[in-house]
């Protein structure tokens, strides 16, 4: 393991310390982004539209609204105005994988009871598959690995996230919530029986504890190793379709503030792989849509299958068993990133297999349910409350 990076701490809640500069910065920036109206992530600028139909999918989303209502009826009045937004508000975008007091908003974990606690990860519990719970859970214990290490009690831990209700929870109206903190963001839209679970963030820094209350435990051992199958079994052609370039981004291309990205389709198309290439890839989406509860998982992977034909798979780094990489599934309806990434916490300048950042994006306007939301408007009057057809 590397040794750590050398820099000072910052006092809870402020941005004061001289690293800072750095962090005022980077808000500054996403506070501009973030004016921005929402048009959502294109390849060219603009949405294609009819993408995203309002539908039944029989799946019911009871559970998530039972748990969020457990949620707020747990919480004190001063948390529950802390906790809710609008179901249109921008605190939806005002998300950071970064340091926690950058972008902040809702109620701390850390700042709950432990029954209170219980009631938020039984909401989150609900909203992904026990795979995806796992995923989630893992990812905030090495959060807590991390701050053994560094003992940074005002950067890392296991509770330093935040959760928000946005709207009411309801069974026909749009509502939806939000859990934001290091390394874990993961937003859930419902509508009826219909949800969108993206952006969905998720990476660690280290991927695995060897030492500490979690030793032994591992996240994206299965996103790293299908996507180096996947692309080790490329013939030298696809090879030169699909590897980009051998140096790595800095970090993936949808991370927050960046809701209006223009990302053209690069690397190699699906129809262009073989049979056996193409379970490859649909095996390593489901990766990551499998992290959404049962039943709307499979919603999900059957809305990537139509549109396979525009389907596109990137590499970006190499292929031998200690390779770094990025990679990248993009089409109309869904954008896949994995990247590793240098040290933040450690002091390698360097990618390494370490720290690792995952992303599952919506392109074309639905990230945060946003068409779906849109088109609700544009069948109802809200303007006096209730529904009123226009």
């Known amino acids: 393991m590397f040794k750590l990076r050398n820099r000072p701490s910052t006092p809870a809640g402020t941005l004061m310390s001289p690293i800072n500069d750095f962090l005022r910065g980077y808000k500054q920036h996403g506070e501009a982004l973030l004016a921005q109206p929402f048009k959502g992530i294109t390849t060219d600028g603009h949405v294609v539209p009819g993408l995203f139909p309002i539908q039944r999918t029989g799946i019911p989303t009871a559970p998530i609204k039972d748990a969020a209502e457990a949620l707020l009826a747990s919480l004190t009045a001063e948390q529950r105005a802390s906790a809710t937004f609008t179901v249109d508000a921008d605190a939806w975008r005002r ?6 007091w950058v972008m902040r908003h809702g109620v701390s974990l850390d700042a709950m009871t432990p029954a209170q606690r219980d009631r938020a990860l039984e909401l989150l519990r609900e909203t992904l598959s026990a795979a995806g719970y796992r995923t989630a859970r893992d990812v905030m214990k090495l959060n807590e690995t991390i701050r053994e290490i560094t003992r940074r ?5 296991e509770w330093l996230y935040w959760v928000s209700i946005m ?37 660690s820094e280290p991927v695995a504890a060897d030492t500490g209350k979690y030793a032994g435990t591992r996240v994206f051992e299965a996103e790293e190793r299908d996507g180096l199958v996947l692309a080790r079994s490329l013939t030298d052609e696809q090879r030169g379709k699909t590897i980009l370039r051998l140096d790595l981004p800095v970090e993936v291309f949808t991370a927050a503030f960046r809701d209006n990205l223009q990302l053209a389709y690069e690397g190699i198309r699906f129809g262009e792989l073989s049979s056996a290439q193409q379970a490859l890839l649909l095996r390593l989406a489901e990766l990551y849509v499998a992290r959404i509860r049962p039943g709307h998982a499979e919603v999900r992977m ?27 599934i993009h089409s109309p309806v869904i954008l896949v ?10 002091d390698n300048d360097e990618p390494s297999r370490h ?11 639905n990230d945060y349910g946003k068409d779906l939301l849109r088109q609700h408007h544009a069948r109802f009057d809200h303007t006096h409350g209730g529904h009123r057809h226009p």
Not at 153 to 157: A, I, L, S
Not at 306 to 323: E, I, K, N, P, Q
């Open 302 to 328: 059957d809305e990537m299958e139509r549109h396979l034909a525009d389907t596109h798979f990137a590499w970006m780094g190499g292929v031998d068993d200690d390779s770094v990489f990025y990679y990248r």
């Open 355 to 365: 720290h690792i950042h995952t992303v599952i994006r919506t392109p074309n306007g």
């Open 153 to 157: 009690d005002d950067e890392y831990g």
């Open 95 to 100: 998300w950071s994988n970064i340091h926690p």
């Open 337 to 346: 990133e994995f990247d590793h990434q240098r040290g933040i916490a450690f």
């Open 167 to 203: 709207g009411t929870p309801s069974m026909d109206q749009p509502w939806g919530w939000q859990i934001d903190g290091h390394h874990l963001i993961v937003n859930c839209f419902v509508l009826g029986d219909q949800v969108v679970m993206t952006p969905m963030f998720m990476g």
